[in-house]
């Protein structure tokens, strides 16, 4: 089990409005923030961030949808994070999401839906490792 996750706060939360409002709440669920930055990814960042749901039918609306923003990119730390922050994040689908999650505060539909969270610890590094160098962390 690792401390550590990765997040962004997708385009349509940061459109909108909600980033402060969605760190507020990651930060008073326990979370400490490792790395942070503020980014717009290109279509060509954004399919390689997703490479693993390339053959997916929903992947050009995601590689559109990802790019079409600037997204805020962060790697939290807390015991157990990457099951934590699944719970504090919510289903994927924000219509099947429980009450009080950041999902079911922020999101708009199952293509966007705020936040990202890692899936295992493995991609958490992974995904880590794709925005933030050693020096941008600690
Ligand atoms: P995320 O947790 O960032 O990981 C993959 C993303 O693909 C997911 O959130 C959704 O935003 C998106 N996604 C998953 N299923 C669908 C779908 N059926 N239609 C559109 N986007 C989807």
Redesign the pocket.
């Known amino acids: 089990m690792s401390n550590r996750t990765f997040t962004?706060i997708?385009p349509d939360a940061t459109s909108k409005g909600y980033t402060g409002a969605i760190l507020d709440q990651i930060i008073k669920a326990g979370f400490t923030v490792k790395a942070m930055k503020w980014i717009k990814l290109s279509e060509e960042q954004a399919g390689l961030f997703?490479d693993i749901?390339r053959a997916?039918?929903?992947f050009g609306?995601?590689v559109d949808?990802?790019s079409s923003g600037p997204i805020v990119a962060a790697i939290l730390e807390k015991e157990n994070a990457v099951a934590d922050f699944r719970d504090l994040?919510g289903a994927?689908?924000p219509a099947n999401a429980a009450e009080g999650t950041i999902r079911k505060n922020f999101a708009a539909?199952?293509?966007?839906?705020a936040?990202?969270?890692s899936?295992s610890d493995e991609n958490a590094i992974i995904e880590g490792d794709f925005f933030f160098s050693k020096l941008e962390r600690f």
């Open positions: 962004m997708k997703y749901h997916r039918p929903f609306e995601l949808f990802m994040i994927t689908n539909s199952i293509g966007e839906n936040v990202h969270g899936d």
